[in-house]
């Protein structure tokens, strides 16, 4: 054991690419205008007892209906003579105050019916949201009458009223996350750690619903308002003399025609107010959402950005390639940095054969696959530079148009999750058929032979019925199966496989393995096959290039790559995984871990877990050696074949 | 059972579902592990491998204590397992521990690892907060990691360093059997030798015993003193590491073995399509494995063939009424 094997791993102090909430709100001008404004109303409804206000409740028979902008009343009087600005001022505190309420009670209700049902499952679950239901089932506002009716009209009741009408919204919100999360594992973690059942609901779930009940209230707060609003202006909200705003404008309605701003000055009030409540609610959802939080608000275009500058080799193409890549660069932009996913890869899959791509996860084979048919997002990936040419044509510079014509025609994809390819609901047959008539003007019933053929063709049993069966139907390696049919529909002069059987037993694996192989053969189809198991490319790949942090660092044979590695990490990489039969071998594991490609070392990238590294490794980039054979190798001390250490 | 076994499975049934609902209409019941007999001894690892569905899981949340058996009997130590567990979890999570496939997951994503391996040493320990803070050191010593990660959230983990801390937290309370399932197989495959080197030392290190889980044959050949083999729901084989892998009986076995991809194995041995499962609503009477065997004969279907041991090696039992026969070893 070296010294860097035994010492304990040392965390890694990354900088945090994400931007704080608060930053994150204020970037949004909407949500920050929100917010302004309700800073702006809810700070004059505090000061209200320290402003110099008329007493909104004096009334003053002489000076009714005075007009907005009169003396000593900046807003006017209503039609008992009240000064409407005071009004309006103390009426907003009692709207918001009711309206705050109603919703931390009903958040607070809710969200404990929706944790409590969520977790408990079963009978409890069904009991609590069965109750919820029949709430729900009653009519919304008719429900808030009825129970204003029992306990008497007055603002309170009115709150209660608010409260108990919005409580299933929460209960049925909150169960919904709750489920999910009291069936993940660490909540059987806790469980096994000793904790009890509400220690578990309260300590370790409720923490995770947090932000999903703030989201839910800065959403419903407004909504409350306006139903408290209603209820007032039915008369049976605030009593008077109280004012509220609901109330204000129920005063006005019998002036509306010969004294509107009684009823206007409140009704705008209403509007302002909840418009600024729901334009902050919506910026703290986005914010607070993780679905919204990585960027995903923004669509990525429909093919991957090329920006290649003075990067594009000029290139004689192979004739016996199909596919032919030249140094192609994948980057992605993110917050400021540039990951480096593919940084010059060169790949060549001739006709009917299988080229392998090996390294382990976030090494760049996914990108680089993906990038030679623009399936990489944009934003944040871009290619930056190389050339991809389809028998001889440069894809990287070919039109939309012509992208899409050979998208799943002459190059097709198949991956790791066929539910990622396949729609769960269609039948197979109605996918299949789509797929050919995508490409190929012809008749349905003829697509329809056709998908039928193209299941016998992938050794499905009883094609004809299986073409009605829906993806949930199928095993996986069934699904898989109709993906490579799919992908077999128009004569497909490349496919890319990735990691195509990672996710399959290996039963099921040897046979998707053996199809594929098969296939290739009898259709002189070139494969770009993806994995990370040495074992699966012995299987199938004719030559293989293994990958490290965005490069290729060795290509060659499977057999001259097995047998005798050159490069330090592929040796490391493949002793590193047990051998079937092979019981007694010692792991060696290879410690650290791959480098960040947004902070790529100068030098060899593999140096700070390489036994071999000196110095000289670490001064520059390393460029690849050939070794005869087409073999390539990155590295300045290869392990050469008799097996010097 | 065998004398001496820490842990004793004997005929445990494990049904999902079934049931009647409120209007009385039987519900569909799905027979995820049959008639299961094992036992576990001190100080061995037993690997447990099959196919996705075959009931490993079932197995281990069982063992645990996570699922309660809906048939059979399970012992820890000469205590009834399912008894205990039903009455009073911690008592049993004292002894019995459980390691998760998805590291990152079974981490409470806005808790410290601090706060995380704590728990356990709370609830199922008698130490004061000094011998706690002793002990957190120590286990993360144990899993190798710097004592500086205590004060980190879980995402800023890999998946390695997460399951390690699962490993830890497995550890805390001083267990005496630990059940992995499938611990490495989210890693990638330098770190799974990373994971695998550590546990392998943490073993001798506290005296532990394992159920090792995986889909993986070849970590499970690593790994396992004796190795059971599952298929939908049943053992199907049973025996030391070296006569299952190297003298397979069953013909399940067989064909998981020729279907493994090695590195230099050129051609795997594929079998025609036909390889759905029984419906596991509606178990076959047989053996599950009649529609995919190329030894059945009629007497196959009829009844589930018992877990019988060779006459050279009594040890090395398949439910099988043709095995392969390799004679003495
Ligand atoms: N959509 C994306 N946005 C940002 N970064 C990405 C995206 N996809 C991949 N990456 C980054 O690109 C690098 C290579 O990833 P990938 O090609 O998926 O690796 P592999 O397929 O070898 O596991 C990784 O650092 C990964 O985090
Ligand atoms: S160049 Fe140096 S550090 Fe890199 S792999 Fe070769 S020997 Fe190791
Ligand atoms: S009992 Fe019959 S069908 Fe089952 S595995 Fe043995 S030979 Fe095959
Ligand atoms: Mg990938």
Same mark, same amino acid.
């Given at each position: 054991?070296?010294?860097?094997?035994?010492?304990?791993?040392?965390?890694?102090?990354?900088?945090?690419?994400?931007?704080?909430?608060?930053?994150?709100?204020?970037?949004?001008?909407?949500?920050?205008?929100?917010?302004?404004?309700?800073?702006?109303?809810?700070?004059?409804?505090?000061?209200?007892?320290?402003?110099?206000?008329?007493?909104?409740?004096?009334?003053?028979?002489?000076?009714?209906?005075?007009?907005?902008? =009169?003396?000593?009343?900046?807003?006017?009087?209503?039609?008992?003579?009240?000064?409407?600005?005071?009004?309006?001022?103390?009426?907003?505190?009692? +709207?918001?105050?009711?309206?705050?309420?109603?919703?931390?009670?009903?958040?607070?209700? %809710?969200?404990?019916?929706?944790?409590?049902? %969520?977790?408990?499952?079963?009978?409890?679950?069904?009991?609590?949201?069965?109750?919820?239901?029949?709430?729900?089932?009653?009519?919304?506002?008719?429900?808030?009458?009825?129970?204003?009716?029992?306990?008497?009209?007055?603002?309170?009741?009115?709150?209660?009223?608010?409260?108990?009408?919005?409580?299933?919204?929460?209960?049925?919100?909150?169960?919904?996350?709750?489920?999910?999360?009291?069936?993940?594992?660490?909540?059987?973690?806790?469980?096994?750690?000793?904790?009890?059942?509400?220690?578990?609901?309260?300590?370790?779930?409720?923490?995770?619903?947090?932000?999903?009940?703030?989201?839910?209230?800065?959403?419903?707060?407004?909504?409350?308002?306006?139903?408290?609003?209603?209820?007032?202006?039915?008369?049976?909200?605030?009593?008077?003399?109280?004012?509220?705003?609901?109330?204000?404008?129920?005063?006005?309605?019998?002036?509306?025609?010969?004294?509107?701003?009684? =009823?206007?000055?409140?009704?705008?009030?209403?509007?302002?107010?909840?418009?600024?409540?729901?334009?902050?609610?919506?910026?703290?959802?986005?914010?607070?959402?993780?679905?919204?939080?990585? %960027?995903?608000?923004?669509?990525?275009?429909?093919?991957?950005?090329?920006?290649?500058?003075?990067?594009?080799?000029?290139?004689?193409?192979?004739?016996?390639?199909?596919?032919?890549?030249?140094?192609?660069?994948?980057?992605?932009?993110?917050?400021?940095?540039?990951?480096?996913?593919?940084?010059?890869?060169?790949?060549?899959?001739?006709?009917?054969?299988?080229?392998?791509?090996?390294?382990?996860? %976030?090494?760049?084979?996914?990108?680089?696959?993906?990038?030679?048919?623009?399936?990489?997002?944009?934003?944040?990936?871009?290619?930056?530079?190389?050339?991809?040419?389809?028998?001889?044509?440069?894809?990287?510079?070919?039109?939309?148009?012509?992208?899409?014509?050979?998208?799943?025609?002459?190059? +097709?994809?198949?991956?790791?999750?066929?539910?990622?390819?396949?729609?769960?609901?269609?039948?197979?047959?109605?996918?299949?058929?789509?797929?050919?008539?995508?490409?190929?003007?012809?008749?349905?019933?003829?697509?329809?032979?056709?998908?039928?053929?193209?299941?016998?063709?992938?050794?499905?049993?009883?094609?004809?019925?299986?073409?009605?069966?829906?993806?949930?139907?199928?095993?996986?390696?069934?699904?898989?199966?109709?993906?490579?049919?799919?992908?077999?529909?128009?004569?497909?002069?490349?496919?890319?496989?990735?990691?195509?059987?990672?996710?399959?037993?290996?039963?099921?694996?040897?046979?998707?393995?053996?199809?594929?192989?098969?296939?290739?053969?009898?259709?002189?189809?070139?494969?770009?096959?993806?994995?990370?198991?040495?074992?699966?490319?012995?299987?199938?790949?004719?030559?293989?290039?293994?990958?490290?942090?965005?490069?290729?660092?060795?290509?060659?044979?499977?057999?001259?790559?097995?047998?005798?590695?050159?490069?330090?990490?592929?040796?490391?990489?493949?002793?590193?995984?047990?051998?079937?039969?092979?019981?007694?071998?010692?792991?060696?594991?290879?410690?650290?871990?791959?480098?960040?490609?947004?902070?790529?070392?100068?030098?060899?990238?593999?140096?700070?877990?390489?036994?071999?590294?000196?110095?000289?490794?670490?001064?520059?980039?390393?460029?690849?050696?050939?070794?005869?054979?087409?073999?390539?190798?990155?590295?300045?001390?290869?392990?050469?074949?008799?097996?010097?250490? | 059972?065998?004398?001496?076994?820490?842990?004793?499975? !004997?005929?445990?049934?494990?049904?999902?579902?079934?049931?009647?609902?409120?209007?009385?209409?039987?519900?569909?019941?799905?027979?995820?592990?049959?008639?299961?007999?094992?036992?576990?001894?001190?100080?061995?690892?037993?690997?447990?491998?099959?196919?996705?569905?075959?009931?490993?899981?079932?197995?281990?949340?069982?063992?645990?204590?996570?699922?309660?058996?809906? *048939?059979?009997?399970?012992?820890?130590?000469?205590?009834?397992?399912?008894?205990?567990? *039903?009455?009073?979890?911690?008592?049993?999570?004292?002894?019995?521990?459980?390691?998760?496939?998805?590291?990152?997951?079974?981490?409470?994503?806005?808790?410290?690892?601090?706060?995380?391996?704590?728990?356990?040493?709370?609830?199922?320990?008698?130490?004061?907060?000094?011998?706690?803070?002793?002990?957190?050191?120590?286990?993360?010593?144990?899993?190798?990691?710097?004592?500086?990660?205590?004060?980190?959230?879980?995402?800023?983990?890999?998946?390695?360093?997460?399951?390690?801390?699962?490993?830890?937290?497995?550890?805390?309370?001083?267990?005496?059997?630990?059940?992995?399932?499938?611990?490495?197989?989210?890693?990638?495959?330098?770190?799974?030798?990373?994971?695998?080197?550590?546990?392998?030392?943490?073993?001798?290190?506290?005296?532990?015993?394992?159920?090792?889980?995986?889909?993986?044959?070849?970590?499970?050949?690593?790994?396992?003193?004796?190795?059971?083999?599952?298929?939908?729901?049943?053992?199907?084989?049973? *025996?030391?590491?070296?006569?299952?892998?190297?003298?397979?009986?069953?013909?399940?076995?067989?064909?998981?073995?020729?279907?493994?991809?090695?590195?230099?194995?050129?051609?795997?041995?594929?079998?025609?399509?036909?390889? !759905?499962?029984?419906?596991?609503?509606?178990?076959?009477?047989?053996?599950?494995?009649?529609?995919?065997?190329?030894?059945?004969?009629?007497?196959?279907?009829?009844?589930?063939?018992?877990?019988?041991?060779?006459?050279?090696?009594?040890?090395?039992?398949?439910?099988?009424?043709?095995?392969?026969?390799?004679?003495?070893?």
């Amino acid at each position: 054991m070296t010294a860097v094997e035994s010492a304990p791993i040392q965390p890694a102090r990354k900088a945090s690419g994400r931007p704080s909430a608060t930053r994150l709100l204020l970037n949004n001008t909407l949500a920050t205008g929100g917010l302004v404004v309700l800073a702006a109303i809810v700070l004059i409804a505090l000061a209200a007892p320290i402003l110099p206000l008329a007493d909104p409740n004096v009334t003053a028979p002489a000076n009714r209906l005075l007009r907005p902008l =009169s003396e000593g009343h900046l807003l006017g009087t209503d039609a008992l003579g009240r000064d409407i600005l005071s009004r309006l001022i103390w009426g907003t505190r009692v +709207s918001l105050l009711v309206g705050i309420s109603a919703t931390l009670i009903a958040a607070f209700f %809710g969200s404990l019916i929706g944790l409590v049902a %969520g977790y408990a499952g079963g009978r409890i679950d069904t009991v609590l949201m069965r109750g919820i239901d029949m709430v729900m089932a009653f009519p919304y506002i008719l429900l808030a009458l009825a129970i204003v009716a029992v306990l008497g009209p007055g603002l309170l009741n009115a709150l209660y009223a608010i409260a108990i009408v919005n409580i299933p919204f929460f209960a049925r919100n909150i169960r919904g996350i709750t489920l999910g999360l009291a069936r993940r594992e660490f909540v059987d973690a806790a469980r096994l750690s000793g904790k009890s059942n509400a220690q578990i609901l309260f300590i370790e779930v409720l923490p995770n619903v947090l932000p999903v009940i703030v989201i839910t209230m800065s959403t419903t707060v407004g909504w409350m308002i306006l139903e408290t609003a209603g209820l007032s202006f039915l008369g049976l909200g605030a009593q008077p003399p109280q004012a509220d705003l609901g109330s204000m404008l129920g005063d006005g309605r019998k002036i509306l025609f010969t004294a509107p701003h009684v =009823s206007i000055i409140p009704g705008l009030m209403i509007f302002v107010l909840v418009m600024s409540i729901n334009l902050l609610g919506d910026g703290v959802r986005d914010v607070l959402d993780p679905r919204l939080k990585s %960027g995903a608000l923004s669509r990525p275009v429909a093919r991957t950005a090329v920006t290649r500058q003075g990067l594009v080799p000029d290139a004689a193409p192979d004739p016996a390639a199909v596919l032919d890549v030249r140094e192609l660069r994948t980057e992605f932009h993110i917050g400021g940095e540039v990951f480096k996913a593919v940084g010059g890869v060169d790949m060549r899959v001739g006709k009917g054969e299988c080229l392998g791509i090996v390294g382990e996860s %976030g090494s760049g084979k996914s990108v680089s696959a993906m990038s030679i048919m623009g399936l990489v997002p944009t934003p944040p990936g871009r290619i930056t530079g190389g050339v991809a040419l389809l028998e001889g044509e440069d894809l990287f510079s070919a039109s939309d148009e012509r992208i899409r014509q050979l998208r799943g025609s002459a190059v +097709s994809h198949v991956f790791q999750d066929p539910l990622s390819t396949l729609h769960p609901l269609f039948t197979v047959g109605d996918q299949l058929v789509e797929a050919i008539r995508a490409h190929e003007p012809v008749a349905k019933s003829a697509a329809r032979r056709k998908a039928e053929e193209l299941l016998r063709t992938v050794r499905i049993p009883n094609p004809a019925e299986r073409l009605k069966a829906y993806p949930h139907e199928l095993s996986g390696g069934m699904r898989q199966r109709v993906c490579i049919a799919m992908a077999l529909a128009h004569d497909a002069k490349v496919i890319i496989a990735d990691e195509p059987t990672t996710a399959l037993d290996v039963t099921v694996q040897a046979q998707v393995l053996s199809l594929l192989d098969t296939l290739r053969a009898e259709r002189d189809t070139g494969v770009l096959f993806i994995t990370h198991d040495f074992g699966v490319v012995s299987a199938i790949c004719d030559r293989v290039a293994v990958m490290y942090a965005g490069q290729f660092v060795e290509t060659g044979t499977t057999e001259q790559i097995l047998s005798s590695p050159a490069h330090p990490y592929t040796a490391k990489l493949i002793d590193c995984v047990p051998v079937l039969g092979e019981p007694d071998r010692r792991l060696d594991a290879i410690e650290g871990r791959p480098p960040m490609v947004n902070d790529l070392p100068k030098g060899c990238a593999f140096a700070p877990r390489c036994p071999r590294a000196r110095d000289t490794c670490r001064a520059a980039p390393i460029g690849l050696t050939e070794l005869g054979d087409g073999r390539t190798v990155r590295c300045l001390y290869p392990l050469t074949e008799d097996g010097d250490e | 059972m065998s004398e001496g076994a820490l842990l004793t499975i !004997e005929g445990v049934d494990k049904t999902f579902g079934g049931g009647r609902t409120l209007f009385g209409q039987p519900r569909p019941a799905v027979h995820a592990v049959q008639d299961v007999s094992l036992d576990v001894q001190p100080g061995e690892t037993l690997g447990v491998v099959g196919e996705s569905g075959c009931g490993k899981s079932t197995l281990a949340r069982m063992i645990v204590g996570l699922d309660a058996p809906t *048939g059979g009997r399970i012992t820890f130590d000469g205590r009834d397992l399912a008894a205990e567990a *039903g009455r009073d979890l911690r008592r049993l999570s004292r002894d019995v521990q459980y390691v998760f496939q998805d590291p990152v997951a079974s981490l409470n994503p806005r808790k410290t690892i601090r706060t995380i391996l704590e728990a356990p040493l709370k609830h199922l320990t008698d130490l004061d907060a000094a011998g706690r803070r002793e002990r957190l050191e120590e286990l993360m010593g144990a899993v190798n990691l710097a004592p500086s990660f205590l004060d980190r959230y879980p995402h800023e983990f890999s998946g390695g360093q997460a399951q390690r801390i699962g490993v830890a937290r497995a550890l805390a309370a001083d267990p005496k059997l630990i059940v992995l399932d499938e611990p490495v197989s989210a890693l990638d495959v330098s770190v799974q030798a990373q994971v695998l080197n550590i546990l392998d030392g943490l073993k001798d290190r506290f005296g532990l015993t394992y159920v090792f889980i995986s889909h993986d044959l070849s970590v499970i050949e690593s790994v396992s003193d004796r190795v059971a083999v599952m298929y939908f729901g049943h053992v199907v084989e049973i *025996g030391t590491s070296r006569s299952v892998f190297g003298r397979p009986r069953h013909p399940y076995t067989h064909l998981l073995l020729n279907s493994a991809p090695a590195p230099g194995r050129r051609s795997l041995s594929a079998e025609d399509a036909h390889t !759905e499962l029984p419906d596991p609503y509606n178990p076959p009477p047989g053996c599950p494995f009649v529609p995919r065997c190329p030894r059945a004969t009629e007497i196959c279907s009829t009844a589930m063939p018992p877990l019988e041991g060779e006459a050279a090696d009594p040890g090395h039992r398949a439910a099988c009424y043709h095995p392969h026969e390799h004679g003495a070893p």
